[in-house]
């Protein structure tokens, strides 16, 4: 089984037995309520099919419509699709956003399509669960490897299928607007939101300031691991918020400096898209000298004598063989499962407070959300709005799950999933 299945559904037991819920609910809360998988058949350019495995699976829908991303991976399999779907229920539910949750993927590397069988591939993807989706029934947006102009095509897909089984082309703009509610993540010109680039990164920060505020904390350095869509904003959006951010990391390498000086973020982008890399662009206070730098490697990184751990690139990063090295005593677990099981418990029992995948990552569905709601009701908010909608959103999911915690002398994760368990049976 998928280790990450594996521990969500373990968590999920062990959590709900706590809270006194009977076998018969458990199972219901760990067995998905539809899984669909399919074949899809796609013409090459050079004029031959090929044939692709694809997924949606909805796990959970008592809280409202399913919401999940959709994956383009080698990898992608049915306990991938499921252990991700539950994580949606569970995330959905601990920042009380009205969804359920699924997920699908299709199992392909798109580096090997052109952009047009690319195309070709989202199309057929939608063509396929369209019997199963819609704004009220199951909303889908970005995942690996799959952005906004993937899910452009998919929505406007959708719009042609629907289109066709309503046999009409004059679709008034209001129906139009609700009927792209079954995608977020969607280009703006397409009814996507602004702010939701920047929303996962600026999500997990507004979570780290409510902690440092709640700790009494302030003046601490950073190490960001990632530098995507995740690692970067939330590496920028730290920085303006006067957060010194001394390390960053990209899965080339890591740079820092011998005093952790705060690294100018913006300047650190532009010298990787530069050169193509992250390793030796040292830049402080609006120079780039990289003799200054260190050049260390990721497990280097991981490592440093820094106060706060923001893993934001891939799964089970610290685990059994690093966590007694690991010296940070604040960990923003931004990627979806960057701490093993084995290393939250070691670490917490040290007394590091880790805020779970579920909590910081989290703005990023908040603000599908936002969209989702934009498009019901034929809005477009602005940046400003979208941002303070979120703060307030994050910051009392935030205060929730830390009473909790401190009340019940629990973890943030054990804290998170109850809220969310309860909020599963509510
Ligand atoms: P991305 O592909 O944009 O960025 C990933 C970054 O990680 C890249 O900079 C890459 O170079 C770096 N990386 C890869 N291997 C590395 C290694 N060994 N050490 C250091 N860096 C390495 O992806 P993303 O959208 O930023 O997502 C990152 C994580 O956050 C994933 O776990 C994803 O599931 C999770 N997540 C993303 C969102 C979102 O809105 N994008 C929302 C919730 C969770």
Known sequence: MNQILESAQQLIKQTAEQLHFNQKQIEKLLTPEQIHD???SIRLDNGTQKEFKGYRIQHNSKRGPYKGGVRFHPKVNSDE???????????????????????GGVAVDPKTLSEKELEELSRAYVRAVYPFIGEEKDSLAPDV??????????????????????KTKNIDEKLKSRWRATFTGKPLDMGGSLGRSKATGRGGVIVLKELLNKLNLSKLSIAVQGFGNVGYYFADIASHEGLSVVAVSDSKGAVTG???????????MDCKKEKGYLAGCYCVGGVCDLR?????????????PVDILVPSALENVI????????KAKIIVEMANGPVTEEAYEYLAKKGVVIVPDVLANAGG???????????????????????????ELMSRAFTKIWERS??????????????AIEGLFG
């Open 292 to 304: 200054k730098g260190r050049q260390i490697s990721n497990e280097e990184m991981l490592e440093l």
């Open 406 to 419: 401190i009340t019940k002398k629990i973890t943030l994760k054990q804290a998170a999933i109850e809220t």
């Open 365 to 391: 569905v908040a603000v599908s959300y936002f969209e989702w709601l934009q498009n019901m009701q034929n809005e477009k908010w602005s940046e400003e709005k979208v941002n303070r909608e979120l703060e």
């Open 81 to 103: 699709v499921l252990a991700l779907a539950t994580l949606m229920s569970i995330k959905t539910a601990v920042v009380g956003v009205p969804f359920g949750g699924a997920k």
């Open 38 to 40: 399919f074949t899809l």
């Open 258 to 268: 011998t005093q952790f000086l705060p690294l100018d973020i913006p300047l650190v």
């Open 145 to 166: 490897n799959t952005n906004s102009k993937i899910i452009g095509w998919m929505a406007d897909e959708y719009i042609k299928a629907k289109s066709e089984e309503l």
């Open 319 to 326: 685990n059994s063989q690093n966590m007694s090295k690991i």
